[in-house]
């Protein structure tokens, strides 16, 4: 695979001047789709502009500056993609990565006290060795289910802790809840959830609209409010 990517050609999620220059970075794979995560240097560099070249990032990144779901990145290709938590402490800088209303990868600024949590959602449940049931989430983690296995299922989401993985808080997919759109036509809405059924559900947008869509754009976010900030 080639290392370097046209700004022409990158993904449409990104926001950057795409006549800028020739090239930019193309992140390393990872837990995210490459049309939605961005490479931790081009964040830095072209977004936040704590930067103003790649080396000057590379001298961030190598002063252990930066953290991504609360560990340490040295690599300016590592993907920061939905809802990772992106830290700067020492600018007192921290935010969440989240889409607008145009489906586009954006930062949403947080406070301190947020940057300790994330909200993932459930995409598959597996039996690792020794019997243990392991929950497998949107940003590529697989934790243990633990006592909470039988009551989990795909599309409920675990509000977990960064950077110990551990889950303090179930939100199930079910009518009232509150759900935020990733994707499709209607990314970057939020809303709660008005009738589920088969593959298709029906959500509230904040002016009162129904609105139909499917089932697996449904990010749930909270029960009576979302327990993180989902918008820029």
Same mark, same amino acid.
């Given at each position: 695979m080639k290392n370097h990517l046209k700004r022409i050609a990158s993904p449409r999620a990104w926001v950057i001047a795409r006549k800028q220059s020739t090239f930019t970075l193309r992140p390393h794979p990872g837990a995210h789709p490459q +049309?939605?995560?961005?490479?931790?240097?081009?964040?830095?560099?072209d977004i936040l502009h704590v930067a103003s070249t790649m080396g000057e990032v590379r001298k961030l990144l190598n002063a252990n500056e930066v953290l991504?779901? !609360?560990?340490?990145?040295?690599?300016?290709?590592?993907?920061? !993609?939905?809802?990772?938590v992106l830290?700067?402490?020492?600018?007192?800088?921290?935010?969440?990565?989240?889409?607008?209303?145009? +489906?586009?990868l954006v930062l949403a600024t947080i406070v301190p006290t947020e940057s300790t949590h994330k909200v993932c959602k459930v995409l598959g449940k597996s039996v690792a060795k020794g019997g243990a049931i392991m929950l497998r989430l949107h940003d590529g983690r697989s934790v243990p289910a633990g006592t909470h296995a039988a009551t989990l299922y795909v599309g409920d989401s675990v509000v977990i802790s960064i950077p110990d993985q551990k889950i303090k808080e179930l939100i199930h997919l079910k009518e009232g809840v509150h759900i935020f759109l990733a994707? +499709?036509?209607?990314?970057?809405?939020?809303?709660?959830?008005?009738?589920?059924?088969?593959?298709?559900?029906?959500?509230?947008?904040?002016?009162?609209?129904?609105?139909?869509?499917?089932k697996e754009y449904l990010f749930v976010v909270g029960t009576t409010k979302p327990v993180m900030k989902v918008m820029a």
């Open positions: +049309g939605m995560a961005l490479p931790l240097g081009v964040i830095l560099r991504v779901d !609360g560990r340490r990145r040295k690599d300016v290709r590592s993907q920061v !993609g939905l809802f990772d830290s700067i402490p020492s600018l007192n800088l921290f935010y969440r990565i989240t889409v607008d209303f145009k +489906g586009r994707q +499709g036509k209607h990314a970057g809405s939020l809303g709660t959830v008005h009738s589920l059924k088969e593959k298709q559900a029906v959500y509230r947008d904040h002016e009162g609209n129904e609105v139909r869509t499917s």
